[in-house]
């Protein structure tokens, strides 16, 4: 019934627990997760839970975060690791992928330039297998669209969107559903409140970012997506909704921004 299209079930905060995880939120209502990649490191650990589990599929990319370390072997071996998976029904898009202007690390001239070219090349093989992206967009919505509108890829969702209406447009104009989560369950995230009430409910998508990203009633505990459908009540009642009809609404949104969804569910 909900769909999690944003879920670190591989972390460390699980440990031995991914299956029970995944278990407790199937019972819960969570008919699917969706477990990106960080980079090549865990590329086999989240395709091993896709496959261990009914209601979990994986994305496979390298993460801003994980830009710093990565050599140019890396995208070599996405590249590789996504030919021989495409046949895979599990693999539903690549990523995590994108920039990350908030962390200082990160927003040196070289590490800004080394983002932006892993963001591109991994942008490339989304076009060139027909897969859709997850888009990490922290302090960098402009950037992500300016590529985004060089190398298109075949839609995706812009994870935890908290840009301005403006951006999100942009981003749904290219094909694009906007991610949201546990940060707006807080009644001082004004922005995303906003946002969350005001865009086309086509455009939204649900997801928990576990183990991060806590809901109120969990922060600063770990969330995991069995939180998902107190989150999208949350939604409802921003909306005026009820959760089931959110529930129905963001899970084709999820299957339309993830087309291969749909021969899973």
């Known amino acids: 019934m909900w769909t999690d299209t944003h879920c670190h079930l591989d972390a460390s905060e699980f440990g031995p627990e991914s299956g029970e995880v995944a278990a ?7 008919s699917c997760i969706v477990i990106p990649a960080v980079g090549v490191v865990n590329f086999s650990a989240v395709s091993t839970l896709s496959a261990q ?14 830009v710093p370390q990565a050599e140019e072997s890396d995208l070599d071996a996405l590249r590789s690791a996504v030919e021989a998976a495409i046949g895979d029904p599990n693999l539903v898009a690549i990523g995590e992928i994108g920039l990350d202007f908030f962390i200082p690390a990160l927003c040196t001239a070289e590490m800004r ?11 490339r093989i989304a076009r060139d297998f027909g897969l859709p992206v997850l888009l990490h967009v922290r302090r960098s919505q402009d950037v992500i ?10 839609g995706g969702i812009a994870h935890a969107f908290n ?4 951006q999100a447009q942009t981003f749904i104009d290219l094909g694009f559903r906007l991610g949201f989560g546990g940060a707006m369950t807080f009644t001082r995230a004004l ?14 998508v649900l997801e928990t970012d576990a183990p991060d990203i806590a809901p109120a009633w969990l922060h600063p505990g770990r ?8 989150i999208g009540a ?21 299957r339309s921004a993830l087309p291969r969804l749909s021969a899973l569910n």
Do not use: W
């Open 191 to 204: 922005q995303i409140r906003r946002l969350a009430t005001s865009l086309p409910l086509d455009a939204i």
């Open 24 to 30: 407790r939120a199937a019972e819960n209502g969570v």
């Open 234 to 254: 949350a939604l409802a009642e921003l909306r005026g909704m009820t959760p089931e009809d959110i529930a129905l609404a963001t899970s084709a949104n999820a």
């Open 223 to 230: 969330n995991t997506p069995e939180e998902l459908p107190r």
């Open 53 to 66: 589990h009914d209601n979990c599929v994986h994305a496979l990319g390298i993460h801003p975060i994980f």
């Open 163 to 166: 840009g301005s209406f403006q």
């Open 113 to 123: 330039d080394k983002q932006a070219h892993f963001y591109r090349e991994q942008l």
């Open 145 to 154: 669209l300016k590529h985004l509108r060089q190398i298109r890829p075949a």
